[in-house]
């Protein structure tokens, strides 16, 4: 039994051997499958499972060998994938090409970083310009294996984004050869994922056929060694024999269908992603365009409001005030008046006390003095009365007051103003009316969007864009901190870009 088990552990280590070199070394592959996912999806775990399969099989012939399983290998960073901290960053920072043998046939993988990347869409589109970098060094596709979490019960806006992000980088000549792979589910019965939902996004069903379901005992080689160390006690060993031993029919049917696509020239993936580019870049430049007038439209509403405001504060510099008065007012009478400085009394109107005199001891027999030296209506001497044919009589009335300076501020304000409103109402006809570089933009991009539509699976331009923004609006019901406001601008840019396509 032993001289049996280390002859297992020899062809076990021999098959890691040959399985690492047939990975790292020069390419060999005959059908090449693009792996794309969404982060956090398992694609990082589904990888290490399709290059450890050389192993894998080998590990047949030392069943129940407690040292065979240890020569499993990561070929990219499983426990990243599986970190509580970060979970929604891709693990994968850039598209790499990995040579396996699958149960039989020798495959090129070509594994990308996964989408819906927790640091926003521009990663996101440095991810995609990742892969059509990597794909420019292959010829062809046989393949493009869809990975996703069976156990996800709904369309989650997270998943809608990355389904939409995914399917706009792949042409048609592509979407006969797409398989799905939905992990974390053993068979059709776990699968809380409803697969008629991807009908919208690739405008056909993906049949029975193409549709794969795993259960990745590679997940549970990894659980096991963190609980029990590198030698693995006999029973786990054949739980996870029996584990592999059910995949390993998994990865042949998915490899006899492989088998039958036909080859796709990677030419038509730079193509339609080109010409994604091209529309990007229109639509920016339709929103710089537009950002440019609304700018001036702004500066202009400012400049109206600040002279509207300067012109209210020296408004006043017009003002009415009430005056009041002393008039002379002639009478047939002679009347007793006083004379003293600002008395403007009329102390015995008329007066029939004594005849009109000029003698000013005559004023004291006016009933005024009655015989006193002084007056008793306004309290003055005798000698500062006199007679005449008048009296004083006050009268009231308004006059207007102008203040100079307030006043040309005022009317530098209002003329400002004025000017302000015209610009502001040119630019606001300028922003109506269609204007030779707004159409030209315009027309190029509806030009380039019908090309993209005749490349691509993706036929709606807006769906994609709304897409971006639910996932922006998914992020900022959990975010904190300064993250909102760059998640708030990133959100109110791309309601801009869906009203200018909507318009086109």
């Known amino acids: 039994m032993a001289a049996m088990f280390e002859r297992a552990k020899e062809v076990a280590k021999g098959a890691y051997k040959a399985a690492k070199e047939a990975v790292t070394g020069k390419p060999h592959a005959s059908y090449k499958m693009l792996l794309i996912g969404e982060t956090g999806s398992g694609k990082t775990s589904f990888l290490n499972l399709i290059c450890n399969c050389g192993m894998i099989q080998a590990l047949h012939v030392g069943f129940g060998d407690v040292d065979a399983f240890s020569?499993?290998?990561?070929?990219?960073?499983?426990?990243?994938?599986?970190?509580?901290?970060?979970q929604m960053e891709s693990k994968t920072s850039g598209a790499r090409l990995y040579n396996v043998e699958l149960c039989g046939i020798k495959m090129g993988v070509v594994d990308t970083p996964g989408f819906g990347d927790s640091?926003?869409?521009?990663?996101?589109?440095?991810?995609?310009?990742k892969i059509i970098d990597a794909l420019k060094e292959e010829d062809y596709l046989n393949c493009v294996c869809l990975i996703i979490n069976g156990r996800q019960s709904r369309m989650s806006a997270a998943l809608r984004y990355v389904l939409t992000e995914v399917t706009s980088i792949l042409p048609k000549e592509i979407v006969s050869n797409v398989i799905v792979l939905f992990t974390t589910t053993a068979d059709p019965l776990d699968l809380n994922?409803?697969?008629?939902?991807l009908k919208t996004f690739f405008g056909r069903e993906i049949d029975d056929s193409r549709t794969f379901y795993i259960e990745?005992?590679?997940?549970?080689h990894e659980k096991a060694k963190t609980q029990t160390g590198e030698l693995l006690p006999e029973k786990i060993t054949h739980s996870l024999q029996k584990s592999f031993d059910e995949t390993s029919l998994v990865l042949a049917e998915m490899s006899t269908t492989v088998k039958d696509f036909q080859r796709v020239h990677t030419f038509c993936f730079f193509s339609l992603y080109q010409k994604k580019q091209e529309v990007e870049a229109t639509v920016n430049s339709l929103l710089v365009y537009q950002q440019e007038i609304e700018k001036k439209i702004s500066e202009a509403e400012s400049d109206v409001i600040s002279a509207r405001n300067r012109k209210i504060l020296n408004s006043p510099f017009r003002s009415t005030q009430r005056i009041r008065r002393w008039k002379?007012?002639?009478?047939?009478?002679?009347?007793?008046?006083?004379?003293?400085?600002?008395c403007y009394c009329n102390c015995h109107a008329p007066c029939y006390c004594i005849s009109k005199s000029f003698d000013k001891e005559a004023f004291k027999q006016c009933r005024a003095f009655r015989g006193s030296v002084t007056c008793k209506v306004c309290g003055h001497s005798y000698a500062m009365h006199y007679h005449d044919e008048v009296k004083f009589d006050l009268e009231e009335y308004t006059q207007d007051f102008i203040d100079p300076v307030m006043k040309n501020k005022f009317e530098e304000a209002k003329a400002i103003e004025e000017r302000a409103t015209i610009v502001k109402q040119q630019l606001e006809r300028q922003r109506e009316t269609t204007q030779p570089e707004w159409q030209r933009l315009s027309d190029r991009l509806r030009l380039t969007l019908e090309k993209f539509y005749k490349l691509g699976i993706v036929q709606n331009y807006a769906k994609l864009l709304e897409s971006q923004l639910a996932m922006v609006q998914h992020r900022l019901e959990s975010s904190v901190g300064p993250e909102i406001q760059d998640l708030r601008r990133t959100e109110h840019e791309i309601e801009k870009k869906l009203q200018l396509v909507a318009a086109i």
């Open 71 to 86: 020569q499993l290998r990561q070929f990219n960073a499983v426990e990243l994938e599986n970190a509580v901290s970060n």
């Open 119 to 129: 640091r926003g869409i521009e990663e996101d589109k440095r991810n995609v310009a």
């Open 193 to 197: 994922f409803d697969p008629s939902q």
């Open 216 to 220: 990745n005992p590679y997940c549970r």
């Open 328 to 342: 002379v007012v002639s009478t047939e009478r002679h009347n007793t008046l006083c004379g003293a400085a600002r």
